[in-house]
């Protein structure tokens, strides 16, 4: 008979995060002269391996920022909390364990299910400038104008059917930035609890691949 393993013992931290200011260059993530280079493609649910989410809109866009403007964000990313900047470094750069959130201001460490470090960056300002850099791509401008509709369902949530209408702000994105980074072996496991309808938001995710 095999025996039963141990249940995983999590360790709940009480948490605050708080950043220290970063100069942000005017000229960094600029209006594209020619947006064109952005590749849109998107995605469709219904044809892959995962179906259940065929409702949801989500593109792949390519191009959106160049290997140049990635380097700075990162850099300013690692500045934000104390990192490149002289004296005593944090360490690792200021990357920490990520953890899942807990509710009430805890979160826990549960390396079982998420194993990555973090970096949590609160900028309205850097939050904006991603934005206006998608609405460059083919499409975004038109699509995220007015979200009214069945379509936006999964973003707006039952609304939509009573003639709810939405429209996103200028700065489109939450101001709170969270960078994770994978190294080997490292993982973040799916939503197992979580209905596809259960999660309604805009997101936008950068993956860099080194």
């Known amino acids: 008979m095999r025996a039963k393993k141990a249940p995983v013992q999590h360790q709940f931290f009480k948490v605050e995060y708080t ?18 280079i952005i590749k849109v493609s998107k ?13 949801n809109y989500a593109v792949v866009l390519d191009n959106i920022l160049s290997k140049e403007e990635y380097d700075q964000l990162l850099v300013m990313t690692e500045k934000s909390v ?18 899942v959130n807990a509710g009430r201001d805890y979160e826990v460490l549960a390396l079982d299910y998420r194993n990555s470090d ?12 991603l934005w206006d850099r998608v609405m460059q791509a083919e499409g975004m401008k038109e699509y995220f104008s007015v979200l009214q509709g069945e379509e936006y369902e999964a973003a707006c949530g039952e609304s939509v059917y009573g003639g709810g209408r939405w429209k996103v702000t ?4 939450n101001e709170r930035l969270r960078f994770l980074k994978y ?9 197992l609890c979580c209905s596809p309808r259960s999660r309604r938001n805009i997101q936008l995710t950068l993956i860099r691949t080194l």
């Open 19 to 36: 950043n220290v200011p970063v100069e942000i260059p005017e000229a960094f993530l600029a209006p594209l002269p020619d947006p064109s």
């Open 183 to 191: 190294g080997p072996g490292q993982f973040f496991r799916g939503m």
């Open 82 to 99: 104390g990192a490149h900047r002289g004296g005593d470094e944090p360490e690792n750069n200021g990357w920490r364990p990520a953890m």
């Open 170 to 173: 200028r700065q489109g994105l």
């Open 43 to 55: 995605i469709n649910f219904e044809n892959s391996p995962l179906p259940e989410y065929k409702s």
């Open 118 to 129: 973090r970096i949590i960056w609160d900028s309205h300002e850097v939050a904006q400038k």
